[in-house]
């Protein structure tokens, strides 16, 4: 079994700050990229940021310059720090596994099950 548990969502004030963490569990083997899509009411699915394995990231322009991507993987766990956050931010925010190898398995993508931000005054 394989699961990815985020953290870190909320309300928080324009201009202000949060840090969601996605954490995968189980006997995991390796993971190649991970990263993170948003989704706001009425709108699709958003490609936010990705990393991989070796640490090369890519961004979505509207949060370059105020969001950042990072990853442990020693605990199979990637980060977003998210800054100078707009309205625009709020939506639910996804985490992603590509090519998640167990000992005897493969999973191609596992999603975690989305965290709220809102960002409101």
């Known amino acids: 079994q394989v699961q990815l548990v985020e953290s870190g969502g909320g309300l928080v004030q324009p201009g202000g700050s949060l840090r969601l963490s996605c954490a995968a569990s189980?006997?995991?083997?390796?993971?190649?990229?991970m990263g993170w899509y948003r989704q706001a009411p009425g709108n699709e699915r958003e490609l936010v940021a990705t990393i991989t394995s070796g640490g090369y990231t890519t961004y979505a322009d509207s949060v370059k310059g105020r969001f950042t991507i990072s990853r442990d993987n020693a605990k199979n766990t990637v980060y977003l720090q998210m800054n100078s956050l707009k309205p625009d931010d709020t939506a639910v925010y996804y985490c992603?596994?590509?090519?998640?190898?167990?000992?005897?398995?493969?999973?191609?993508?596992?999603w975690g099950q989305g965290t709220l931000v809102t960002v409101s005054s």
């Open positions: 992603y596994a590509d090519d998640l190898r167990l000992r005897d398995r493969r999973y191609l993508r596992v």
């Open positions: 189980g006997s995991i083997f390796s993971i190649n990229s």
